[in-house]
């Protein structure tokens, strides 16, 4: 039944926005398997004296599909350390949406980008499909630098709504087109294909370069770009497992912090670990596992970054849980982990917010994914 539901989606929007979203139907080989554990990396611990009480910068991650035990899993698989544990401010974030108990990333995403909450489908607009300005947005409008990261296409739920103003988050050109709206500084994702094969015919990396953007497609020479602006599309859908992508996101995310250093004014930068969330979809402990360890290896990144800035607030959260995920079995000396999964879905259950910085206090307790916005606003752009 699944299948054929599937068959019909594909036909009736296309084969670009399939693939957006072709994730969502994913069946995992090792779905009864348990993570066996595998290369572990050593945590380092980060100084936590900063400059001032409010951050001149701001790094915003956001784990798709990440909950309690997702982090879990990964402390247990790195052998009982992440570099999630110098966040030494926790809370928990409320994720519904307007219009459901359960919500989706497009929504999840838009709450998070925009403080105001929106019905499912949503990229940056609210339930009467009426544009909201995103903290990227008003960021660019202080003179801060942005930028955008992520392991998915570029022009996917959660980044989009970041950057866009759609009613769907099917509609990945109109996206990919609101990308020249704007005067961001860096983004790199997948996703090369909603900009040059388009219905339209156009060619919108030819319009970025005009506007003056390094438009590339290689991470070797996206790693080495340190100034100017930059158009990173690593793949023509979305980026591979960590297996094929290789160590793409903390090197995208020190690019990113690289070029929006150079303005001294400060910056605002979104990285999304997108596919821990897929992991959840395919009921895979061995894919989540993976996402979450090239993840905190990320953060990692960010911290090293903002223990030496000491002006740089780090705020990590997700846009919802996804699979219910319950550990059933593991051995942190080992690094082994075994999972169960009640749902190929998204789950209601409240998600981590952790933070590091000038201003992290703020973002502990328990709130809604809309506070977390507003936070962050008020400590850089008030």
Do not use: C
Not at 135 to 164: C, D, N, Q, R, W
């Amino acid at each position: 039944m699944q299948k054929i539901y599937f068959f019909i989606i594909f036909i009736s929007i296309g084969y670009f926005t399939f693939a957006q979203d072709a994730y969502l139907d994913a069946k995992s080989e090792d779905v009864e398997k348990t993570y066996t554990g595998g290369e572990t990396y050593k945590v380092k611990t980060f100084n936590q004296k900063f400059k001032a009480k409010k951050p001149k910068n701001v790094v915003f991650l956001i784990g798709d599909g990440m909950g309690v035990s997702q982090v879990f899993a990964a402390l247990t698989a790195n052998k009982g350390h992440l570099y999630l544990e110098n966040f030494k401010t926790v809370g928990f974030s409320k994720t519904q949406s307007a219009d459901k108990y359960i919500t989706d990333s497009a929504a999840g995403g838009t709450a998070l980008s925009t403080g105001v909450k929106t019905y499912n489908g949503a990229i940056g607009v609210d339930v009467n499909k009426q544009p909201v300005q995103t903290i990227l947005e008003a960021a660019e409008e202080k003179g801060l630098s942005t930028g955008l990261v992520s392991t998915s296409a570029i022009t996917h739920a959660t980044p989009a709504s970041f950057i866009s103003h759609q009613e769907s988050r099917s509609s990945s050109e109109e996206i990919a087109a609101d990308f020249l709206k704007t005067d961001i500084d860096v983004f790199i994702g997948g996703g090369l294909d909603h900009f040059t094969k388009r219905k339209d015919g156009k060619d919108l990396t030819a319009e970025l370069a005009q506007k003056g953007y390094q438009v590339e497609t290689d991470i070797k020479k996206i790693k080495d770009i340190k100034s100017g602006k930059l158009a990173g599309l690593t793949a023509a859908g979305h980026n591979g497992r960590v297996e094929e992508r290789g160590d793409m996101l903390p090197v995208a995310t020190t690019t990113a912090l690289n070029i929006l250093s150079n303005n001294k004014k400060g910056f605002f930068l979104m990285i999304e670990g997108s596919q821990i969330d897929w992991g959840g979809h395919a009921g895979s402990a061995i894919y989540i596992v993976e996402e979450m360890l090239d993840f905190d290896q990320t953060i990692g990144k960010v911290l090293e970054f903002a223990a030496k800035d000491k002006n740089t607030l780090v705020v990590i959260t997700a846009d919802h849980e996804t699979g219910g995920m319950s550990l059933t079995g593991g051995n942190i000396a080992e690094g082994n982990v075994k999972a169960a999964f009640p749902t190929g879905g998204h789950t209601a259950v409240m998600v981590p917010v952790f933070a590091f910085g000038p201003g992290a206090e703020e973002f502990g307790g328990i709130m809604e994914n809309t506070e977390v916005n507003a936070k962050m606003r008020k400590l850089l752009l008030d």
